[in-house]
Each structure stands twice: as C-alpha cells, then as structure tokens.
C-alpha cells in the first residue's frame, strides 16, 4: 500500500459500521493503520466488527447506539476524542429506507428517514468538525449517500431526497470547513450486496440467513448494470478509503459513484441479446 494512503496514528468513526458498507469501510480504515470506534445499533454487529479490526492491527472501540439519538452520538464522537486523543476520520454511513408510494408514507415514517438518513449526518458532522477544527490538524469526512442523491426515486422519494440533501451539505461543507484543513467527501453506491438487502436487516451477521435471488433476477439486475454485477462491500469501503487518505488531498466536494456505471447509464439496459437498449426495447448497436 503506497504511503499516501496510510492511515497509520488517526482516529476515525463509522456510524452504522456494524454491517454492509460501514463494516467494510472500517476495515479498509483498520487495514490502512487507523484506530475505528464502530458506532452501531446492533451491540453484536459493533463487537464482531471491532475485533475484526483489531484482527488487523488497530485499536477499535465498540459503541451501540441509535443515529437517532443526538445525545448518544454525540458521546460517542466525545469519546472517541477522549480515548484516542484525536479525531481525524468520521464516515457517515448510517441510514435507512423502505419502499412506500409518497401518498401512502405517513408523516412519522417521513420523519424518521429524515432522522436516520439526514439529521443523523448534521448531527455527527458538527460534533466531529468541532474536535477537528479544535485540534488544527485538518480531517476528512466521507458521507455515504447513494446515486438515488441525483436521480428519480419513485417509491423511496423521502429517502431520495435525505440523499440529495446530503450531496448539497457535502458541498456547502466542503467549502465552509475548508480553512480548517477538513476535506469533505461523498461516495454514491447503488446495488451491492450487504446484509440488509439480502434480508439480514437486524442481530449479527449471518449469512447463512440471506435470502438470495434466482438466477433469473440476478441476470435481470446485472442487464441493469453496465459492469454486469452487483457491487461488494469492500469496494465501497476501497473508496472511502482513497477519500479519508492523503491520496485525495486535493479533493473535497466531490461526489464519487461507485455503482458499476448504473449512474452514467440512466436507464440504458443491456438486452439478453447484449444489445443497449432504451424506452421499453429500442435497441442499439450490436
């Protein structure tokens, strides 16, 4: 691994880094030196995900918690400061949905996706730039949002807008944290395999308990994906990894997808006979 992208002496946090994408971000981190609280919901995921780290040489410190609660998350970041003498990292990971025509979505189910997806951000980005700015050592913040931040989202239109919310705050921090050395960073998934979509939504990791898709579905989803697969948790976490390091030195504001091209495709499909296709099946080139 090249220097710049060591992490070796930093204190980073990741809120719902238990599971999925937050577990791997936290690892890359660990892998790259860093120390990692995982701030989790779920007590059994923060353990396992903790020791993982420590598997790889880093200090990790486990904290269960709700994103929801401000007071709880607050505390964490407090303490991460306290117990590691610093705070340079924090990756903003947590978050939620479920699918529900906007006419159908009461006002508490909206409220909780803004909670969840949205304050939950506001929240722990003002607590953390607060120990970076206070320390004069500069930081990184990576926010993970999701390519619904910058497309139509029908059925998931609360959670579609938490995520466009989040890219905007991404480039209004970016720019007002920017004299204190804080780079502030965004990475946009889209199909990847997690726990949570493969119906392990709660308790420990297990994939023995996943419900995975025929083969039919799975053809049906990689047509929908121009590098033909679903994404791994890993390269997420590859990604927030290049963000929180020294390699992207010159880069803050920047929204980085990492969906397979699903993005740059906007609604392009290959057909089963490999042809792309658009509106409902005119083809083009072979």
Not at 33 to 62: K, N, Y
Not at 210 to 232: C, Q, T, V, Y
Request: aromatic share 4%.
């Amino acid at each position: 691994m090249t220097d710049r992208l060591r992490l070796d002496g930093q204190a980073a946090l990741v809120t719902g880094g238990g599971g999925g994408i937050g577990r791997a971000i936290a690892l890359r981190l660990a892998e790259a030196g860093a120390d990692v609280t995982i701030f989790d919901i779920f007590p059994q995921r923060a353990e396992e995900a903790a020791a993982r780290v420590r598997e790889r040489g880093g200090h990790a410190l486990a904290i269960a918690g709700d994103v929801m609660d401000a007071d709880a998350l607050r505390t964490a970041i407090d303490t991460t400061a306290a117990q590691r003498g610093r705070l340079d990292i924090l990756v903003n990971n947590a978050g939620g949905v479920s699918a529900r025509r906007f006419l159908e979505q009461s006002e508490r189910s909206m409220r909780k996706h803004i909670d969840i997806n949205l304050m939950s951000m506001l929240v722990a980005t003002q607590a953390a730039a607060a120990h970076m700015v206070a320390a004069g050592r500069g930081g990184s913040i990576v926010n993970v949002a999701s390519i619904e931040a910058s497309r139509a989202a029908p059925n998931f239109a609360v959670y579609a807008a938490c995520k466009a919310a989040m890219l905007s705050f991404t480039k209004s921090m970016a720019v007002e944290l920017s004299v204190h050395g804080i780079r502030v960073n965004c990475i946009a998934p889209d199909h990847t395999v997690t726990p949570g979509n493969q119906g392990n939504r709660a308790g420990p990791v297990d994939p023995s308990t996943w419900k995975w898709h025929s083969d039919e579905e799975i053809d049906a989803m990689n047509r929908l994906i121009p590098l033909g697969r679903e994404g791994i948790d890993m390269e997420c976490g590859d990604a927030a990894l290049f963000l929180a390091s020294g390699m992207s030195s010159y880069i803050t504001g920047a929204l980085l997808p990492v969906d397979g091209g699903t993005g740059a495709a906007s609604g392009w499909v290959r057909g089963r006979n490999g042809k792309w296709t658009l509106n409902e099946g005119l083809s083009f080139g072979g």
